[in-house]
């Protein structure tokens, strides 16, 4: 009887106390409601318990979906609809990889001693609307497989090497001091390269500011995860509100631009809004006079808290030739003089910038606080016209081979005639893609199986025409427009301009196809 009390005393009274606590929280609950909210407590519970977690919970939603799908998977493949359902495929290549096929728990799966294997297998021919991940060490030459599955889509392409690009930004800091900071420019879509990709790769290396040449090419960067320091170094006055959005700092060369800057930003509340004031030093292309104008701008500058002097810079006119030495040391001169005066009219640090990529390496005396870099990141020494590491391969692939008998004219205008029987290749790639027309009649050439094919007849807009003659390939072979073999400087030098034009040509159409160990 006794243990018959017990159970029912200790039920009666766990239930008694929930009741109690139950009775206790409506109680707080009503005292808190007669109370005045706490607002910025509220905000906060919310952002923790909402932005804050969505990391989390994004993650747990996707892994979920993964299994729910599998399992999907599984019961229409119980039924017979396979039919209408993805697949995973595994493919390794590799004989170390082959030995331990057996313990790769996947549905489908092939695996193949090398490249050339799996190529010349059924698995690859019947690849088709699929999503494909490759990866694996540059040792194994997986870049083959990559040029066949881009040619099924893109028979023009540009290949950009991502690790050249970091080892010429290397190159380029070894010449730096500790504390010197530094500017990459990849305006103009990075030379051509693609900004996005590019600004990737070096706000992983920790570069100080990237600089671009307007507010639509910072905004496009923002929006593909770029939080890095972005410069735009042409600004227009009707983008100001843009950059106040995006957090782009804009150079500052004119009265006019500065006067219009500041209204725009007080207009918005804004003040102490970095900017980077241009001095022209000789090149007399943009910028406030350092002779003349330095007095003038520091008072505009100290009427006003709208915006702050983050940097002073000017361009050397000639640091690429020994020939304007004498020259630069005036700029470099009349620089300091500027410069010191402006900063001396304020107490916070103003980075000061003169030296681009030929300056890097030719006076690196006169790095200050911070340089930059170029051409010189994308590969080409600007002093020597060499390669250094290359980044960009333009290539594209022989559509057609044609047998034409001498004395037969090659395209519009019949500008090419032939002096012996020929064999014509037919390209995907004309002015358009970027392939300057002055190249066309023999004028300059491209690779085919590593040996030259000139230009023959003018150069069309999707098409050109190339002499294979005593060349061994046929069609569908690549054909390198420049890249590791066919320096662009080859290009550059036959169209008596600079290799900047060339890269900077290369059109939007061109499929760019990205490279990283």
Not at 47 to 52: V, W
Not at 166 to 178: D, E, G, I, P
Not at 245 to 274: C, H, M, N, Q, W
Not at 381 to 393: A, D, F, G, I, Q
Request: glycine fraction near 6%; charge should be negative; hydrophobic fraction near 40%.
């Amino acid at each position: 009887m006794q243990r018959i009390f017990e159970v029912v005393g200790r039920f009666v009274l766990t239930h008694l106390a929930n009741i109690g606590r139950i009775t206790l929280l409506y109680g707080e609950t009503a005292r808190q409601v007669t109370q005045r909210l706490r607002v910025r407590s509220i905000v906060y519970q919310m952002a923790h318990l909402g932005a804050d977690s969505l990391l989390i919970v994004g993650l747990t939603l996707l892994f979920t979906g993964v299994v729910l799908t599998l399992q999907i998977a599984h019961e229409f493949i119980r039924y017979g609809a396979q039919s209408t359902i993805g697949a995973v495929i595994a493919i390794g290549i590799g004989r170390e990889l082959c030995a331990h096929a057996l313990s790769i728990e996947v549905p489908e799966k092939h695996f193949f001693p090398t490249v050339d294997d799996f190529i010349a297998s059924a698995p690859f021919s019947q690849l088709h609307d699929e999503v494909i991940l490759l990866k694996g060490a540059r040792s194994f030459n997986f870049e083959q497989i990559t040029d066949l599955l881009v040619k099924r889509v893109h028979e023009t392409t540009l290949e950009v090497n991502l690790n050249a690009v970091v080892k010429n930004l290397n190159y380029y800091r070894s010449f730096l001091h500790a504390d010197t900071k530094l500017v990459c420019m990849i305006k103009a879509d990075a030379y051509g390269a693609g900004s996005v990709e590019i600004a990737k790769t070096l706000q992983e290396h920790r570069v100080d500011y990237l600089a671009v040449a307007v507010a639509d090419e910072g905004v496009t960067l923002r929006r593909n995860g770029i939080t890095s320091n972005i410069m735009i170094m042409n600004p227009e006055m009707t983008a100001f509100k843009t950059m106040f959005d995006y957090d782009l700092e804009p150079e500052v060369y004119s009265f006019r631009l500065l006067d219009a800057l500041v209204k725009a930003a007080e207009k918005e509340g804004i003040t102490g809004y970095p900017v980077h004031i241009k001095l022209d030093t000789g090149m007399h292309r943009l910028g406030f006079n350092p002779s003349e104008d330095i007095s003038e701008l520091i008072s505009r500058l100290k009427r006003q808290n709208a915006i702050i002097p983050r940097s002073v810079f000017s361009h050397f006119v000639g640091s690429d030739s020994d020939e304007f030495d004498r020259f630069s040391a005036e700029q470099y001169q009349l620089f300091l003089k500027g410069s010191e005066q402006l900063q001396a009219a304020f107490d916070h640090k103003i980075l000061r910038h003169i030296d681009n990529s030929a300056g890097i390496e030719h006076f690196p005396e006169r790095q200050m606080d911070m340089c930059r870099l170029g051409l010189g990141l994308y590969g080409i020494n600007p002093r020597s016209n060499k390669t250094l590491n290359n980044v960009s391969t333009l290539q594209t692939t022989i559509l057609q081979l044609h047998r034409v008998p001498q004395g037969e004219s090659i395209g519009y205008s019949r500008k090419t005639f032939l002096t012996r029987d020929s064999i014509i290749g037919a390209i995907p790639i004309g002015y358009a893609d970027g392939l300057d027309r002055r190249l066309s009649n023999r004028k300059g050439y491209c690779l085919v199986n590593g040996k030259r094919a000139d230009y023959v007849g003018n150069i069309c807009m999707d098409v050109a025409m190339i002499d294979v003659t005593g060349i061994d390939c046929k069609e569908g072979d690549s054909v390198e427009i420049f890249g590791d073999h066919l320096p662009v400087t080859v290009l550059s030098d036959v169209l008596d301009t600079i290799p900047y034009e060339v890269l900077t040509t290369v059109s939007n159409r061109v499929k760019r196809v990205y490279f990283q160990d």
